[in-house]
């Protein structure tokens, strides 16, 4: 199904519980935390979305709004990705857990975890996964700085002639 | 004897059924069952038989694993957060070093990515270089693997014939980029150079001789009894929990599902030649190893086509001084040696990234390692885990 | 090691010993990332350094006198890095291979790379490049022979602030 039929779908499905946008021929849906288990659920097990293969799961820092979380899915019968969006605030920010419905979002949600700070509700084995035990702070946030750059300011700033 | 055995060993006794004897059921003082206790063994993280520093938590029960934790972050060397500080070139040099024996295919996503957010049509003689520049990196990269699995089932010379086939791959490469290991070829918008005299001679005689040498391997390695017996049906994957933990590449054809990137979603100009995609049937690492020799050769199909199809032309496009990738988000898929490489790019609108994400092949199949080495015996770990093809850097990033 | 580090040797004895341990070094190879692809294909057919006297088969730190230090180093991996380091028996020599164990590479700026393997362990040869050529190997191995050809053991374990300037090899 390519991206306009899928938003269709979706939208039929599921209402104004999804936002949809479709950039590059991707459909990328944007849902409210609460909905995140719900939505999920429904493209693992819809048939005519049978979306089985696990790409990848990450976050992106929104700054004002809060801690982006992007799930990536692809089906292998049908040949479509579609990608799933929620916000979720800075602190204290969680989702529940979907590394049942798909093995792989077990290190992605682990990975996630320590970079930015999010929690997953139900995660079978969380802890940190790729930092050492005992690294403080959350990396891929904008407010961690990179020390070595304070301390010497990039040249590639200035732009070229 | 005076005193009855049964008072000596405390214990109950019994009369056999056949009238023959007397049999005896000891309990020691406890009155407890003798038991053994579990071992927890730590294979690295600096250990000869990992590629690299993967650490893997193992908890036996005699010679079987129970289970098996692989611990990364060795290598972490933090890529996400170094793209938000570099522009898009120095990205390119940089992101050569994840899959460090296949570099090409690196920067190719990243390249793609950045042209596919700009809306950049790169020229045809730029796409099938970078095609054929992809393809010699597939064969480095299968090469590598060819000579160090057999090396940990204990076949020292597959080894060194691997690395004589690349040192004269890396020949071609050094002739054409300058480089042997990370080249750096790919811009935003075509190549840093063209072709120089000669390269495509070479490049042609390298062919058929490089085909050969499959031949030899396949009846090197793949006819050898001792192969058989260490990696037929060992570490079976199902195709459906594959699927389940993204796996990619020859770790997923091996267990059924024809999913190549090249094929299914073609970038480059991959829908305008011909090639298989070989598929596995058992999916055990006898199949992953098989698949590799056959993905290789299907490369070599791949090169002769493009050494037919490349057009005269510039090699790349003019670009304003500073590359500034428009806002928006955009996704690349890529189908590098070691399964998808996969970019997602939040733009906005600066000459650095406000997010790169880079999903690794390796990461999600080393994932799957806890699901096959439970139940297996001690001795097939390594053969497990080195048929599942992955390089440390690629995981970590 | 008893007599042979306390006393300043004869110069024919010193020659003798020198000439034994210079040649028979046996590199343990820790190879961490992309330099370690260099490395192996240094000792593979075409750049042989197994005919300098180089053995790439140690079993283990404590059968080795040459550590290789080739790829990136992150923090979550130093402290493995020197409790090997400790394991081997001296004399030792270290070779940084390569420009992220030299300093930090092209990560110069990580929150998880230490930046040089020098900050945690001595380092006797620096072979720069991303990654060096085999042939710079060959050279930086070459250079630490001749600096083990004419050492002085007693200089280098007795004597006060005696540890000489490492060798930097140029691409």
Redesign the interface.
Known sequence: MDAAALTDHLVAELGDAVIPVVEHDLLTVTVAPGDWRRVAERLRTDPNLGCDYFEFLSGVDEEAEGLGVLLHVYSTGRRHHVQLRTIVPREGGSLPTVSDLWFGANWHERETAELFGIEFEGHPNPGKLL??EE?VGY?LRKE?A????EAKPWPGAKEPE | MSISIDQQLGGTTFQSADGTGVGIIVHDKADQELRTADMTLNVG??HPATH??LRVIVTLDGERIESAEPVI??????FE??AE?RDYRQII??VN?HD??SSVCNELGVALLVEKQMGLEVPERATWIRMLMAEWTRILNHL?FVGSYPLELGAITP??YA??E??EIQALMEWITGG???LTYCRVGGLKQDLPRGALDMSRSLVPRLRERIDEYETLVLGNEIFHARAKGVGVLPPGVACSYGASGPILQASGVAEDSRKTEPYCFYDQVEFDVPVGTNGDSYDRFAILLARMRESLKLIEQIHERIPAGPISVKLPKVVKAPEGTAYVRTENPLGQLSYYLVSHGEKTPWRLKMRTASFNNVSVLPYLLQGSMLSDMIAIMGSVFFI??DIDR | MGLVDKVELPQPIKFVFNWGRRYSLWVFN?????C???F??TS???HDFIRLGVIPFAHGPRQADLLVVS??L????AP?LKR?YDEMPEPKYVISFGSCSNCGG????????T?GVDQIIPVDVYVPG??P?PEALLHGILELQKRIGSESLKQRYIDAGSRPEPIVVDA
Do not use: N
């Open positions: 930092l050492p690294f990396p961690f990179l020390l070595t750059r | 993280p600096q690299g520093v972050g060795y290598m972490h060397r933090s957060k170094l500080y040099a940089l070093r460090w024996v590598m080894m060194f690395f004589r690349r040192e042997r290991l990370h440390v850097g | 820790f190879g961490l990332a992309c370690a692809i260099e192996i294909a593979m057919a075409r790829g990136t992150t923090d979550k991996m493995a090997l092209p990560y110069w700026d990580s929150y998880s790379v930046k991303c990654p050529r």
